[in-house]
């Protein structure tokens, strides 16, 4: 099991910033990915950004150029910095974590997800 405690959130006007971390302990496998998704209200949970172990990282387009995920390997923590924050980024941000034991075995776990409220 993999447990992920995540910080940050909160209420921002539009054009703020916000850093999102998620820590994360447990059974980390060596190799994996963590990341961030999120859902607002009356919306499917969606991808914001994800960086493996190895460093490859994968944005939504909506973000591009506004957020910015980073990891501290050492800590098993993952950030997400927001800039630009529009109130159309306003969800619950999720962090989430994936061991990959194989191509075909893997294990995701969950955060309980942090409030990211933008006005306008």
């Known amino acids: 099991q993999v447990q992920l405690v995540e910080s940050g959130g909160g209420l921002v006007q539009a054009g703020g910033s916000l850093r999102l971390s998620c820590a994360a302990s447990g059974s980390i496998f060596s190799i994996n990915a963590m990341g961030w998704y999120r859902q607002a209200p009356g919306q499917q949970r969606e991808l914001v950004a994800t960086?493996?172990?190895?460093?490859?990282?994968n944005y939504a387009d909506s973000v591009k150029g506004r957020f910015t995920i980073s990891r501290d390997n050492a800590k098993n923590t993952v950030y997400l910095q927001m800039n630009s924050l529009k109130p159309e980024d306003t969800a619950v941000y999720y962090c989430?974590?994936?061991?990959?034991?194989?191509?075909?075995?893997?294990?995701?776990?969950w955060g309980q997800g942090t409030q990211v409220t933008v006005s306008s």
């Open positions: 960086m493996t172990s190895g460093g490859l990282t």
């Open positions: 989430n974590h994936v061991n990959y034991y194989t191509i075909l075995r893997k294990a995701n776990y």
